[in-house]
């Protein structure tokens, strides 16, 4: 099964807030996105090159509350916009989820415009190992976020987990990047891009 690392999400109280602390770190403006009436949230991206992108999430204010948990552990959120979960994209969401650690979700058929997924959401919103573990994507037709973002020269460079159990989620990450590392400590991810101004962390 081919697995890949699709985009990073950037949670926020409000969008707003979310896009203001990227284009301030990173020194590029992001590109508009949309809604996700099923979730009640909505976004704002940013491309990584081909393949990969950035989204900045957060709570729809106008949008009505689901009748579940948000993804992403969003009702719950709190503190400065940060790096919260990363995503990881598969050929065969039914058989990774079958793979995963238990509690890594039940797949959600989405769409909008000509996107077409299905997304592994946990019941509880919260992803494993306290979001350390990625959400699974799979992806339908040709259409793909990153295709239709201006590439504004960012890309992904390093992705640097810590958790207390680093040696259970690092044996249960279900994909080999060699930008992707797992340390032992507190609960935390830190995402390092080169961009045009050089070397930039959230």
Known sequence: MMLHLDHLAFAAGSLGQGVAAVEAALGVTLAPGGAHPAMGTHNRLLSLGPGEYLEVIAVNPQAP??????????????????????????????????TAPTGTGVPMPLTRGDLSW?????????????????????WFGAAHPAQRLPDVGVRLT?????HPEADALRAALPLSDTRVTVSAGPIGLRATFSTPKGLRVL
């Open 65 to 98: 509350a689901p009748d579940r948990p948000r993804w992403f552990d969003l009702d719950r959120f709190a503190g400065p916009p940060r790096v919260t979960n990363w995503i990881v994209r598969c050929d065969d969401l039914a058989a990774a989820v079958a």
């Open 158 to 162: 390093a992705l640097h987990l810590t």
């Open 118 to 138: 299905t997304m592994a959401v946990p019941v509880n919103g919260r992803l494993p190992f306290d979001g350390g573990f990625p959400a699974l994507i799979q």
